[in-house]
């Protein structure tokens, strides 16, 4: 009964019942996007009734097209026309927004050969600064598809920006938002982004505005092993705030054999997303009084909520609050009648999202406008200053310089460069309101007026260029005075004295100073070079993953070094026979089991095309596994490289994963405590090996239970090192722009401050460790407390530690190596990184745990299980992150 707590049942919340649609349409954004201005705008649509706009006012950028017109007839008029955008790598959307509101965002990108050359293009969404979707119209029926994402925007301005990923220009048809009320659709943190919404009938029809209140998109959706129910009655959808349409509550499906589940299976292009369902429902048929509907949800084979009774011609919803997460390809939902139940179980329609976070903090909001403010003033259209200005850190507008501490605190401008720009008028005063700003530089335009006093009124300024205008009057004396105190300050003699308040005796002594400053400037510039010139030598030495052509150009050289193979993709084909036997699924692609030359047994990876993340990934892995050789690191056979197939070829791990072991998924026997602790040395020695073994060394960043294969012999090796970085050890400067790794065994310290280093492996550890001792979820909302690391230091708190070790042991252990493995992963996920032993120690203290549970053995001593001992460090949890 306690799974029913990752669920919520609305029922009963009371919604505004009066309903108008001209009011619904008044929270509605629509754009429809390349309608040319010229052309009436706003009109109504015929097909919806809604008011579309046209999109030339939110956005400075992009070229209008239009479908070819052999189409036209099949889309709405909304979807004729689109932008498109052949300049700049980021366009952006700028909307007007109310802060705190829930929005229902939906982009339609309908491609129709509008250029002529038939091909599909590829690209990134992105709100704000935070990566949103890859939109790949190559996958999509006629090149039309929509996004939807239910997103809370932390400002009321927000930009929705279409990022060039490839050689294919971006297009965009529609553009629209619906505010949604704030009680529906909320999750604790990120964002939901939609992965399907449907009405289970026979109908076609696509159901959205008018007849859905919020203009949410129904696609009908049925199965043949469905019969469907449907009522001419109306059902009182205005009980709960979510107003599911009349049209998708007046039919249900309910399963063909009156005695079987219904399921429902849905293929997930990410199978390790973690899935939110919305479930709505509505008893349609009037049922007799020795007749009930009773039913419990079940998600791959377990109970996920026992009983549901849908009450007659009332809409309720269903909703998780907490995440669903298919398991190797499997995700399946099943609706199966209780004992008590006449009649089958009925579901109406379906929500599925994932949750997406977007951990990227905005620049300063003040900065954000007084930059915007001063691209106004100074009629700057540069195609790079859309968006946020200085994050994410690739989109960085020209000319900026900014500050970001942490994903979590909001960037600060600190420098402004708009040198030979063009500019003409006096010298914004919007520049004041840059409060963190240390250098600027106007030379060389057509400015024109006094050199603003403000300037000196700005305390971190240190470096000003106003050489090459046609400024006049005289040098503020509060300016002067600050270059005294080393600002920086680069003036044209001629410009600046035309009044005549210069007498020349004042500008001997300034000469010294600005002599001084420039000996200062070159005694500084010279140990910037130095420094740069240093820092640069060690990047490259450093860097992981080089450019394209490069990368490729010395993976193949390493490969004739290494001897390790390259493949053809035929070949591949062949090895796999056709991709017959999937085995798993890593981050980024199917893993398909194969044979090399007929016998050898290998493990493929198959790099899904759709995830343009993986390019990346793949080339790290490569690279990475080329390059490393240890036991416990997984073996790189080879690897397929050809146009738009990739591919590596592993050794081939029998026994599969180590999660799945521990979980009984295998089937196989219960792994032993001396088993467990030989794993843990092994995955301690491969992150030793990275750690300290390899020239540069290396952070795995996802160290995780299904990140850990096991051979024949059930020995330990690292698998998956698409997220792998080099590092510098002891660096302090190391900071990644994206926190990467998987939620639970991500180290709290690095997802606060990015840097990156050792000890977030350590942390990574620390949780694989404390599942093979309580072969607990990392994650588990039944058990209360819902990360491994607090329910472990619970229980502990109340000292019944025996509780912890997995019962499956069966008390066939020595306590004393136990609770020594158990102090030793608590203080590996100690939230504060300089508390955690490195992993040499990590591996010195297995070893000795596996010596003692060794000679207790053999000793037969086992009078010393009563759990009794004590542990010596103590135990702070209150932070991690929580889960997405
Ligand atoms: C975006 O819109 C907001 C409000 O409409 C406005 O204040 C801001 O200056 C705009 N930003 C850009 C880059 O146009
Ligand atoms: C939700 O909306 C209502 C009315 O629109 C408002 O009064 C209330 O303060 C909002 N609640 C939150 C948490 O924003
Ligand atoms: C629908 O249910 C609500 C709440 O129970 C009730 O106030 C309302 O009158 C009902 N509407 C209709 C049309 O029956
Ligand atoms: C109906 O489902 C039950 C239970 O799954 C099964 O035993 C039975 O054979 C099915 N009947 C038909 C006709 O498929
Ligand atoms: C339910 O009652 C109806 C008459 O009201 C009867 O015809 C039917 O057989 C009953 N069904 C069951 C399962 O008892
Ligand atoms: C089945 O019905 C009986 C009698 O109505 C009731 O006592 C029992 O609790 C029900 N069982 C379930 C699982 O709902
Ligand atoms: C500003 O940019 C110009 C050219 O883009 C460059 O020559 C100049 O050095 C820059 N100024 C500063 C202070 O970096
Ligand atoms: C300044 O303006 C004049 C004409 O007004 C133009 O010829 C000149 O090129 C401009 N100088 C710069 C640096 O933009
Ligand atoms: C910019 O600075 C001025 C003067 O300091 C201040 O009055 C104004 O409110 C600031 N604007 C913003 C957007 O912070
Ligand atoms: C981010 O950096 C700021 C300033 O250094 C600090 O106060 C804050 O706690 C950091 N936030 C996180 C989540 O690490």
Request: charged share 20%; with cysteine; glycine share 6%.
């Amino acid at each position: 009964m306690e799974s029913s707590h990752r669920f919520l049942l609305v029922a009963l919340i009371v919604a505004s019942s009066i309903i108008h649609l001209v009011q619904a349409q008044a929270g509605f954004i629509s754009l429809d996007c390349g309608l040319s201005p010229n052309e009436q705008s706003p009109y109504i649509e015929l097909e919806t009734g809604l008011q579309y706009l046209s999109d030339s006012s939110f956005i400075q950028s992009g070229k209008i097209g239009k479908i070819d017109a052999s189409l036209e007839s099949k889309y709405p008029r909304s979807q004729i026309t689109l932008r498109y955008f052949p300049d700049g790598v980021r366009n952006c959307y700028n909307l007007s927004v109310h802060q705190g509101t829930n929005y229902l965002i939906r982009a339609t990108s309908n491609y129709g050969n509008y250029d002529g050359l038939n091909i599909s293009p590829r690209f990134d969404l992105y709100i704000g600064p935070n990566f949103w979707v890859t939109i790949d119209l190559e996958k999509h029926v006629n090149g039309n598809t929509w996004e939807e994402i239910i997103h809370i925007p932390k400002s009321n301005s927000l930009d929705v920006c279409l990022i060039k990923t490839g050689t294919s220009t971006p297009i965009i048809s529609t553009l629209e938002l619906r505010s949604l009320p704030n009680n529906t659709y909320i999750t604790e943190s990120g964002s939901l982004k939609s992965i399907l919404r449907s009405y289970l009938s026979e109908a076609t029809k696509v159901i959205r505005y008018p007849d859905d209140f919020y203009d949410r998109k129904w696609v009908p959706y049925f199965e043949s092993e469905w019969r469907q129910i449907s009522t001419t009655l109306k059902v009182n959808n205005t009980i709960n705030g979510f107003l599911a349409p009349q049209d998708v509550l007046m039919t249900a499906a309910v399963p063909a054999n009156a005695s079987a589940a219904l399921s429902f299976t849905k293929d997930l292009e990410f199978p390790k997303d973690e899935l939110y369902f919305y479930f709505h429902f509505s008893e349609i048929q009037a049922l007799q009084a020795n007749q009930t509907r009773e039913f419990s949800i079940l998600w791959n084979g377990e109970v996920i909520f026992p009983t549901l009774s849908p009450k007659y011609l009332k809409a309720s919803t269903l909703y998780s609050v907490s995440p669903f997460v298919c398991e190797v390809g499997k995700c399946l939902l099943e609706l199966k009648r209780t004992q008590n139940s006449t009649l089958p179980p009925l579901l109406t329609a379906i929500e599925v999202f994932t949750v997406i976070d977007f951990p990227q903090s905005l620049t300063n909001e003040d900065e954000v406008i007084a930059i915007n403010n001063i691209k106004d003033t100074h009629k700057l259209s540069r195609i790079s200053w859309q968006g946020d200005p200085c994050v994410p850190r690739q989109f960085l507008w020209d000319g900026l310089s900014c500050k970001e501490m942490n994903v979590s605190t909001p960037p600060r401008i600190t420098s402004l460069n708009l040198s030979s720009s063009g500019i003409m008028g006096t010298i914004s005063i919007e520049i004041q309101n840059l409060t963190h700003l240390e250098k600027l530089d106007l030379s060389n335009n057509n400015l024109t007026g006094l050199v603003p006093e403000f300037l000196a009124n700005m305390k971190t300024l240190m470096f000003i260029d106003l050489r090459k205008n046609n400024l006049n009057g005289s040098i503020p004396k509060s300016l002067r005075d600050r270059e005294k105190k080393g600002l920086q300050l680069f003036v044209d003699g001629d410009n600046t004295c035309l009044s005549n308040s210069c007498v020349p005796k004042k500008r001997f002594p300034m000469m010294i100073v600005a002599l001084v400053a420039s000996a200062v400037l070159v005694i500084i510039v010279v140990l910037t070079f130095i420094c740069v010139f240093k820092k640069k030598k060690r990047s490259v030495q450093m860097e992981v993953m080089p450019t394209m052509d490069t990368a490729s150009k010395s993976i193949s050289e390493q490969l004739i070094k290494t001897k390790r193979r390259r493949f053809t993709y035929s070949e591949v084909v062949e090895m796999t026979q056709n991709f017959r036997k999937a085995l798993g699924e890593g981050g980024f692609g199917i893993v398909y089991h194969g044979y090399l030359k007929k016998s050898d047994q290998v493990a493929v990876k198959v790099l899904s095309q759709s995830s343009s993340q993986g390019y990346k990934h793949f080339k790290a892995e490569v690279e990475l596994l080329l390059r490393v050789h240890h036991i416990n690191l997984v073996n790189l056979v080879g690897y397929c490289d050809e146009k738009d197939h990739l591919a590596l070829i592993y050794e081939y791990m029998p026994n599969g994963d180590l999660k799945d072991h521990l979980s009984g998924k295998q089937g196989g026997s219960v792994l032993e405590w001396t088993t467990r602790l030989r794993i843990a040395i092994d995955i301690a020695l491969g992150l030793e090996y990275l750690h300290y073994g390899c020239q540069p060394p290396m952070v795995h960043r996802d160290v995780k239970s299904t990140n850990i294969l096991l051979d024949d012999q059930f020995m330990a090796k690292i698998a998956d090192f698409g997220l792998s970085r080099s590092f510098q050890l002891g660096d302090e400067s190391q900071i990644s722009t994206a926190v990467a790794g998987t939620p639970g065994y991500l180290d709290p310290e690095y997802y606060r401050t990015s840097r990156l280093a050792e000890m977030s492996d350590v942390y990574s550890f620390g949780i694989v460790l404390l599942e093979l001792i309580t072969n607990q979820r990392v994650f588990d909302q039944a058990r209360g407390k819902l990360h491994i690391i607090d329910w472990v230091a619970f229980v502990l708190n109340r000292g019944d530690i025996t509780r912890i070790v997995d019962p499956n042991l069966h008390g066939e252990y020595n306590s004393h190596s136990v609770w020594r493995a158990l102090d030793l992963a608590m203080s590996c996920a100690n939230p504060s990184s300089d508390k955690r032993p490195n992993m040499s120690q990590v591996v010195i203290d297995l070893k000795e745990c596996l010596t003692t549970e060794n000679s207790m053995k053999t000793e037969k001593n086992d009078t010393d299980t009563d759990g009794s001992l004590e542990l010596s460090s103590s135990f702070d949890t209150k932070v991690f992150p929580s889960a997405r």
